[in-house]
């Protein structure tokens, strides 16, 4: 982004009379005045405490008093630490369950939303924006009290329905399973929003020729939605999975990465080592660790963007 | 806050518009006029607002205003941990625990304690031989049955000394009661170590003690008892597993009426009084195999030295006055620290004569936790922030994750890399 932003041969203006001083001179010092405050912003709200998590790593900080250098000894301890790879495969096996399951939901709904034989579109577009309102805390009790076990509604239906009330938070799985129908239910909306915009802005003529040409509704969302809104799908996806990699309020009151330890996501886990246990180094090192983890996503994603944009 | 901004407003009121406008910056957080004071507290609205109402009397009283500040609980420390770092502290607060970043800042109060005959076991003096907090109240672990199910079931429960129960007892009794009324479960335990301590105790165990050479033990036959115990009441069948393994609230499923016991403490007497109508609850003494014990807790008071410290120091004491203590034991349902009070609980009476009786019969033990945590504290010894391994570490006992022996051990393990003695 910065480096299209600071392109000397587009600011240069255009032509300039040969023997005149160059007049870039002055596009210098507008472009920082203008960024400056986001500069200021990303450098002491990103670059700062980033710089100190990873200053913090090498260290055995406990919170109050003096940091001492340690070298490597967190990222040792780290790795030879089952928990944290529990945490590591938890989050991303929720990651890889919630994200698809969100975008086929979101584009789902969208599509259904903007399609012309829908009714009642606007009060079906409030339903649907309403869990993106409410706090990731809120949404979390809601569903913990949904999916109670003892006196949770679903295993109301669940009991009255004649079967046997499920073990929706003492079972490892299970308990997933109900933090990834939160997180979709949550996170939907937002991109519900991202993809109506997209599909709007497919030019209708494409349909009405796929139509002529006898293609049916699916080959033409196949064939044709698609392709045009795959940069959209590229976002939608992208933030998803960082989303969902640092998923934490919502789990937190939901269910607490319960039952027990099972279901601790790798954020709960630097919360906990970090806040409860005070181990502000050791957690700065897991924070570095998926902060490496969330860089790779990103530049993967827009890897595989870019090769198929080519 | 709204006692502010209805100052604020009068002031606002009766002085001149751009007076009034500096009315309004000065009310800010952190400036305060010279008669307010700031006081952190958490719960007071579980508690009947009784901080509140006193600091009302106080305003009415002296023109003082005590502004209070309820912040919820788990995020109390870190609040005013980081309120410490960014020398912003309040001006007094009732507190959960003294934190080694701010425990030199607080001042004395051995003068209003010795005024006000505070019982001396709750007093720890200091390196210095002060006493910089004591429990504003008392509180202790207690046992609740639902009475209804109880009656309907025709099992009986202690209610005085001679008819004290074993848990074996205990268990059986709930599970009869289950059988008969088809209740959802026997027993809800609140996920707490301080509830865990209180069983350890009853099983005669002094749960996990710091020795001198700076490392924890514990006595391993009992503990295991008492750990193997839980875990085994632990089955869904006596005890839903899902309070203690993930965050369910025991206090909702015992207002639900489908469980016959509840092991909480005296704290919840004021809510359960109000709160519950569709069954008649009572507090019932609790078991002992063999030992009487409970564990005692409260809120801890603390003044903040600064400018404003003589005017809450002056707060502290007018509060712990027999008649204004009495009052707010009324309003909260506060076990007194001060002893020979006349305190009319009204309807909750039977319910606090037994936990006095209970507190009067309970072994020492009872007040070794939060005694032990002051004195590591003022010791200059660390024992490790928020950490809670005992409740960690029976979490995953619950859940299955491990076995007694390993849970020992690693309670013990991760405490005594917590401790650290200078």
């Not at chain 1, 023997?19 to 960024?35: D, I």
């Not at chain 2, 129960?165 to 959802?184: H, L, M, N, P």
Request: hydrophobic share 45%.
């Amino acid at each position: 982004m910065t480096a299209t932003a600071i392109d000397p041969e587009r600011l240069a203006g255009p032509r300039k009379r040969p023997g005149k001083a160059p007049r870039r001179v002055q596009y210098r010092l507008a472009p920082l005045v203008l960024a400056g405050v986001n500069i200021v912003l990303f450098g002491v709200f990103f670059v700062w405490p980033g710089g100190l998590g990873l200053a913090y790593s090498f260290t055995d900080y406990t919170g109050i008093g003096t940091a001492n250098f340690i070298g490597l000894e967190n990222y040792e301890r780290l790795f030879g630490d089952p928990t944290f790879y529990t945490a590591l495969t938890r989050t991303l096996l929720f990651a890889v369950i919630s994200v698809p399951l969100m975008y086929v939901m979101s584009l789902s709904i969208a599509s259904l939303l903007v399609s012309n034989y829908v009714k009642g579109k606007s009060a079906a577009k409030l339903v649907f924006f309403f869990p993106w309102l409410i706090s990731p805390i809120v949404a979390g009790v809601i569903w913990r009290w949904m999916f109670g076990e003892s006196f949770g509604f679903v295993n109301y239906v669940v009991t009255r329905l004649g079967a046997d009330p499920l073990a929706w938070q003492t079972d490892p799985d299970l308990a997933l399973m109900v933090v990834v129908m939160a997180a979709t239910w949550g996170g939907t909306a937002f991109n519900m929003l991202i993809f109506i915009a997209a599909l709007k802005n497919v030019p209708r003529a494409y349909y009405e020729a796929a139509e002529i040409d006898g293609a049916n509704a699916w080959q033409r969302f196949r064939h044709i939605t698609l392709p045009s809104i795959a940069p959209t799908s590229f976002l939608v996806i992208l933030l998803s999975s960082l989303g969902a990699m640092k998923e934490f309020a919502m789990v937190q009151s939901l269910n607490s990465g319960g039952p027990g330890t099972s279901n601790t996501f790798l954020i709960q886990y630097i919360y906990e080592t970090g806040f409860k246990r005070a181990d502000v180094g050791y957690a700065s090192a897991v924070s570095m660790i998926l902060l490496v983890i969330l860089l790779s996503i990103a530049m993967l994603q827009m890897w595989v963007n870019r090769r198929r944009a080519a | 806050m709204k006692r502010r901004l209805i100052l604020t407003a009068g002031t606002a009121g009766a002085a001149a518009l751009p007076l009034s406008a500096c009315g309004f910056i000065g009310g800010g957080d952190d400036e305060g006029d010279a008669d307010t004071i700031k006081f952190w507290l958490s719960g007071d609205a579980n508690q009947g607002g009784g901080f509140q109402k006193m600091a009302d009397k106080y305003f009415e009283e002296t023109g003082v205003t005590v502004d209070i500040d309820d912040i919820p609980y788990d995020d109390f420390n870190t609040r005013l941990r980081n309120a410490a770092q960014a020398d912003g502290l309040p001006d007094l607060a009732r507190v959960s625990a003294i934190d080694p970043i701010w425990m030199n800042q607080l001042e004395d109060l051995s003068d209003v304690a010795s005024e006000h005959g505070v019982m001396e076991n709750l007093l720890i003096e200091n390196e210095d031989g002060e006493i910089p907090t004591f429990l504003t109240d008392l509180t202790a672990v207690g046992m609740y049955v639902n009475k209804t199910l109880f009656d309907q079931a025709g099992v009986t429960y202690p209610t005085t000394a001679d008819q004290i129960w074993t848990w074996d007892a205990f268990i059986s009794a709930v599970k009869e009661v289950k059988a008969a009324t088809g209740a959802r479960y026997g027993l809800v335990m609140d996920p707490s170590s301080h509830r865990l301590r209180s069983l350890m105790y009853q099983f005669g165990s002094d749960g996990f003690l710091l020795g001198d050479d700076c490392t924890y033990s514990t006595d391993e036959a009992a503990t295991t008892e008492a750990l193997q115990f839980f875990a085994d009441i632990n089955d869904d069948d006596v005890m839903p597993r899902s309070v203690w393994v993930s965050g369910d609230d025991p206090n909702a499923l015992f207002k639900s009426g489908q469980v016959a016991a509840y092991y909480s403490g005296s704290w919840q007497v004021a809510d359960f009084q109000a709160n519950i109508a569709d069954f008649e609850w009572a507090s019932a003494l609790m078991p002992a195999q063999p030992r009487r014990a409970t564990n005692l807790g409260g809120g801890y008071a603390v003044v903040f030295k600064g400018d404003k410290s003589k005017a809450s120091l002056d707060f502290v004491n007018w509060l712990f006055t027999a008649e204004n203590y009495t009052e707010i034991c009324e309003i909260s349902g506060f076990l007194p620290v001060i002893q020979g009070l006349d305190i009319d609980y009204g309807t909750s009476q039977a319910s606090f004569d037994l936990y006095n009786e209970e507190i009067a019969a309970s072994d020492p033990i009872s007040s070794e936790q939060g005694n032990s945590a002051l004195e590591i504290t003022y010791a200059g010894q660390t024992s490790g922030g928020d950490a809670d391994p005992l409740k960690d570490e029976a979490v995953k006992l619950a859940n299955g994750e491990q076995d007694v022996p390993t849970t020992i051990a690693n309670i013990i393990a991760s405490l005594n890399e917590n401790i650290s003695c200078e």
